[in-house]
């Protein structure tokens, strides 16, 4: 690590955003009202979006400074939501590193190369640390620029920053492409052990810089988004997984922002998940959010978990799910209302608007 405090200019440091509603819930504090964002807020619901992304891939929009604030930013003012999400993908600090990976339209993320022997590994690129000036650090420039270009504009609104958990990216490099039961990456974890902990190493080392660097450009939270931890049995999580998660944490953790850890379909994992290095724990839509408190003996904010599939439900119905999601997390020691998974495509940004009034009035 390069340094343990936050420049003077940074939004918590300058007093913007350290008693917003969002940094408040997350630390526990009795905020002004109860915060709410959305996952994937930043993107593929809006028309906005897609009008500004036409004719420009996935990974070019997440490099593009000027295009990734200008998304960040379009929830934010559409909504009036507490947060805005960086726009990223998960896979963006592969990319900049040097690692062969594209996005392909309606499939996912595809490597050049999958990883699965320990020359694989060893023929990755070198990481370094954020700051150092290495050519990672380096490649990062676009990321430190989308950041501050988007502070400058959200004033006392946070940015959260983000990066895809280690093995979730390890995950889809050991496989090459989106899997459905994630099944060479759980072979491998037990078929060549060292193989797996050097890979998990590596993309720790990688979320880990990602996120420190939005982190000293701007950003005043953190999530770890993990997309298949929850195809994990608990032992196996803790044995093979929750050091990698715990890795990329630790990246930030001596810098005073909160730490969110999502995963999905992860309600037997929340309280290793908490061990791991998170200060609040996303939760998804499967786990009300009073047994999360129980099991995690209610000692950490907690974030969540709208059904998202309950957008298109009549209205009248989903108030009384948002009002049940807001009765269950106050039973938290903070709690910011979420989704409990990421927003539909198709999602109406009209019926997300309300949720956003209703959870501002009611919560």
Request: charged share 20%; glycine share 10%.
């Given at each position: 690590m390069t340094g343990s405090s936050l420049p003077s200019t940074h939004p918590l440091s300058a007093g913007l955003t350290r008693d917003s509603a969002l940094v408040q819930?997350?630390?526990?504090?009795?905020?002004?009202?109860?915060?709410?964002?959305?996952?994937?807020?930043?993107?593929?619901?809006?028309?906005?979006?897609?009008?500004?992304?036409?004719?420009?891939?996935?990974?070019?929009?997440?490099?593009?400074?000027a295009l990734a604030s200008e998304i960040t930013l379009q929830p934010v003012r559409r909504y009036g939501v507490d947060a805005a999400i960086f726009f990223s993908d998960i896979v963006v600090p592969m990319r900049v590193a040097g690692v062969g990976v594209d996005i392909a339209p309606g499939v996912g993320p595809v490597f050049d190369r999958p990883i699965r022997s320990m020359a694989d590994v060893e023929a990755l690129p070198e990481l370094g640390e954020a700051g150092d000036g290495g050519a990672f650090d380096q490649a990062l420039e676009p990321i430190r620029e989308a950041v501050r270009l988007t502070v400058e504009q959200l004033g006392q609104t946070p940015l959260i920053g983000f990066a895809g958990a280690p093995f979730t990216l390890a995950a889809y490099m050991v496989q090459g492409r989106p899997s459905r039961d994630h099944m060479a990456a759980r072979e491998l974890m037990w078929?060549?052990?060292?193989?797996?902990?050097?890979?998990?190493?590596?993309?720790?080392?990688?979320?880990?810089?990602?996120?420190?660097?939005?982190?000293?450009?701007?950003?005043?939270?953190?999530?770890?988004?993990?997309?298949?931890?929850?195809?994990?049995?608990?032992?196996?999580?803790?044995?093979?997984?929750?050091?990698?998660?715990?890795?990329?944490?630790?990246?930030?953790?001596?810098?005073?922002?909160?730490?969110?850890?999502?995963?999905?379909?992860?309600?037997?994992?929340?309280?290793?998940?908490?061990?791991?290095?998170?200060?609040?724990?996303?939760?998804?839509?499967?786990?009300?959010?009073?047994?999360?408190?129980?099991?995690?003996?209610?000692?950490?904010?907690?974030?969540?978990?709208?059904?998202?599939?309950?957008?298109?439900?009549?209205?009248?119905?989903?108030?009384?799910?948002?009002?049940?999601?807001?009765?269950?997390?106050?039973?938290?020691?903070?709690?910011?209302?979420?989704?409990?998974?990421?927003?539909?495509?198709?999602?109406?940004?009209?019926?997300?608007?309300?949720?956003?009034?209703?959870?501002?009035?009611?919560?």
């Open positions: 819930a997350l630390e526990g504090r009795a905020s002004s009202h109860r915060p709410v964002w959305f996952m994937r807020q930043a993107g593929r619901s809006l028309p906005e979006y897609l009008k500004v992304r036409e004719g420009t891939s996935m990974l070019e929009s997440c490099l593009d400074p078929a060549q052990p060292e193989v797996w902990e050097a890979l998990v190493a590596w993309t720790s080392r990688a979320a880990g810089v990602f996120v420190r660097t939005q982190v000293l450009a701007g950003a005043s939270a953190v999530q770890l988004f993990d997309s298949w931890a929850g195809s994990l049995s608990e032992k196996t999580y803790v044995e093979k997984c929750a050091g990698g998660s715990r890795a990329a944490l630790t990246a930030v953790a001596d810098l005073p922002v909160p730490r969110i850890h999502f995963a999905a379909n992860a309600g037997h994992l929340l309280d290793p998940m908490g061990a791991a290095g998170a200060t609040a724990l996303g939760v998804d839509y499967r786990t009300p959010l009073d047994e999360a408190v129980a099991a995690t003996g209610g000692r950490f904010p907690l974030q969540g978990n709208i059904d998202p599939a309950m957008l298109g439900a009549p209205i009248e119905a989903l108030e009384r799910h948002v009002q049940d999601v807001l009765d269950r997390g106050a039973q938290a020691p903070g709690h910011v209302v979420n989704l409990g998974h990421g927003m539909p495509p198709h999602a109406n940004p009209d019926v997300v608007k309300r949720v956003v009034e209703q959870v501002h009035e009611r919560g």
